[in-house]
């Protein structure tokens, strides 16, 4: 299996769960602030959203310069799991062509002339691609959790779902 083919299928993987928490982002919340500092719910929704598509895109560009950090925001709950999608299929589109070498390869990112991070591209898709996705869908989740909107099932039961209980049940029955 290549390295491109393991991201991908963590990333489809975890698509699943992301498209869940997605799917629960109230309309009429987006410009909720859990506080002053925070992002609003439409910003954080949106930044998810778009977080496979943009990481892939800026690993095939190396030297990268430092992106800005203008945070759109969604304008309606309507258009979180479309973005999504575009989103993971540029992913897609990246991943599957990415050779073993391409992605041991350094990835190099600057301010202006001055070099920030150097890593190989593979590194820069597992923490940012996909370890930040987590985090950030994380905090979209105390959001949801703050308005009082179920919270899907993510690694294991949450205080709204379980899918061990209906298993649980089904087998239960069975016996």
Same mark, same amino acid.
């Given at each position: 299996?290549?390295?491109?083919?393991? !991201?991908?299928?963590?990333? =489809?993987?975890?698509?699943?769960?992301? &498209?869940? $928490? *997605?799917?629960?982002?109230? %309309? /009429?919340? @987006?410009?909720?602030?859990?506080?002053?500092?925070?992002?609003?719910?439409?910003?954080?929704?949106?930044?998810?959203?778009?977080?496979?598509?943009?990481?892939?895109?800026?690993?095939?560009?190396?030297?990268?310069?430092?992106?800005?950090?203008?945070?759109?925001?969604?304008?309606?709950?309507?258009? !979180?799991?479309?973005?999504? =999608?575009?989103?993971?299929?540029?992913? &897609?589109? $990246? *991943?599957?062509?990415?050779? %073993? /070498?391409? @992605?041991?390869?350094?990835?190099?990112?600057?301010?202006?002339?001055?070099?920030?991070?150097?890593?190989?591209?593979?590194?820069?898709?597992?923490?940012?691609?996909?370890?930040?996705?987590?985090?950030?869908?994380?905090?979209?989740?105390?959001?949801?959790?703050?308005?009082?909107?179920?919270?899907?099932?993510?690694?294991?039961?949450?205080?709204?779902?379980?899918?061990?209980?209906? $298993?649980?049940?089904?087998?239960?029955?069975?016996?």
């Amino acid at each position: 299996m290549t390295i491109a083919e393991v !991201l991908l299928q963590e990333l =489809e993987q975890e698509a699943k769960t992301t &498209r869940r $928490v *997605l799917e629960r982002v109230p %309309d /009429e919340k @987006l410009g909720f602030k859990p506080h002053e500092k925070s992002w609003t719910l439409g910003q954080l929704a949106l930044h998810v959203a778009n977080l496979p598509g943009g990481i892939a895109h800026l690993s095939t560009m190396s030297p990268a310069q430092a992106p800005g950090f203008n945070q759109g925001s969604a304008k309606s709950a309507a258009e !979180l799991v479309p973005a999504f =999608e575009a989103s993971l299929d540029r992913a &897609r589109q $990246v *991943l599957g062509g990415a050779t %073993d /070498e391409e @992605l041991m390869a350094d990835w190099v990112l600057m301010n202006g002339d001055q070099e920030i991070w150097r890593v190989p591209r593979v590194a820069l898709l597992r923490t940012l691609m996909l370890n930040h996705s987590y985090h950030h869908r994380g905090q979209l989740t105390v959001y949801l959790r703050e308005l009082n909107v179920p919270v899907p099932s993510i690694y294991g039961p949450s205080a709204d779902e379980n899918p061990f209980a209906q $298993v649980t049940a089904k087998a239960a029955g069975a016996a």
